[in-house]
């Protein structure tokens, strides 16, 4: 069909609920319903900015907060022209993490230096401890608030298969709308 364009899919959430695993699968699911679904990723750690930030990520290098921001951002952008050419070949798009996790995870830093003080680091990467988790997750639910995204709350305490079967019911019905509304929007 012409002017038939693929849907750009965001899963959005703390670390550990899941969304590697479920973005995994639902493209899996979306290609065997006979969809072309591909997988990205952000932070997309294969590229020089890429590279950068994952040496950050490890704690192997320091980075000023916001320079560190701002390559986060880059990361997303050198990928624009490759989203955009995907998504108006058709090619429906899942995306793990994307300019919102750069919005919910530098929020939560803000208030870092008072909370670090009083808890112990326990996870191996940056951001990996449960307080700065949670401010993230207050920003994401913030985040929500902006009705012109079509955000879709799923509950991750299920099952994996559970928390699979919701999430591509909802992409099939998004997959549909989406060939109705022009890539353009995307970007205004
Ligand atoms: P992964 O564990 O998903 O690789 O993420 N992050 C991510 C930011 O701080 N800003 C961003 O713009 C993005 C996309 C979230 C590694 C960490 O990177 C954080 C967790
Ligand atoms: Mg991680």
Same mark, same amino acid.
């Given at each position: ?7 750009l ?14 973005? %995994? +699968? ?11 679904a591909?997988?990205?990723r952000?932070?997309?750690r ?5 590279? $950068?930030?994952?040496?950050?990520l490890?704690? +192997?290098?320091?980075?000023e ?9 880059a990361?997303?952008? &050198? ?9 108006? *070949? ?14 919910a ?5 803000e ?14 990467? %940056? ?5 700065? *988790?949670? %401010?993230? $997750? *207050?920003?994401f639910? *913030? ?8 955000? %879709? ?8 298969e ?14 549909q ?7 353009? &929007? $995307?970007?205004?």
């Amino acid at each position: 069909m012409a002017g038939r364009r693929g849907a750009l899919i965001v899963l959005e959430g703390v670390d550990r609920a899941g969304k590697s695993t479920q973005s %995994r +699968k639902l493209v899996s699911a979306l290609c065997a319903a006979g969809h072309r679904a591909e997988l990205l990723r952000f932070p997309e750690r294969s590229t020089e900015i890429g590279k $950068l930030l994952s040496s950050y990520l490890e704690k +192997k290098s320091e980075v000023e907060d916001h320079s560190v921001h701002l390559l986060f951002s880059a990361n997303r952008w &050198e990928h624009v022209p490759l989203i955009k050419e995907k998504l108006s *070949q058709g090619v429906t798009l899942v995306v793990d993490r994307y300019a919102f996790s750069g919005v919910a995870f530098t929020s939560a830093k803000e208030v870092r230096l008072a909370e670090a003080a009083k808890r112990g680091e326990f996870g191996h990467e %940056r951001y990996e401890n449960g307080s700065f *988790q949670k %401010r993230a $997750l *207050q920003s994401f639910g *913030q985040l929500m608030g902006d009705k012109t995204l079509n955000w %879709r709350v799923v509950d991750a305490s299920r099952s994996i298969e559970d928390v699979h079967k919701e999430i591509h019911e909802l992409c099939e019905d998004t997959i549909q709308a989406a060939m109705h509304r022009p890539l353009e &929007e $995307l970007w205004t």
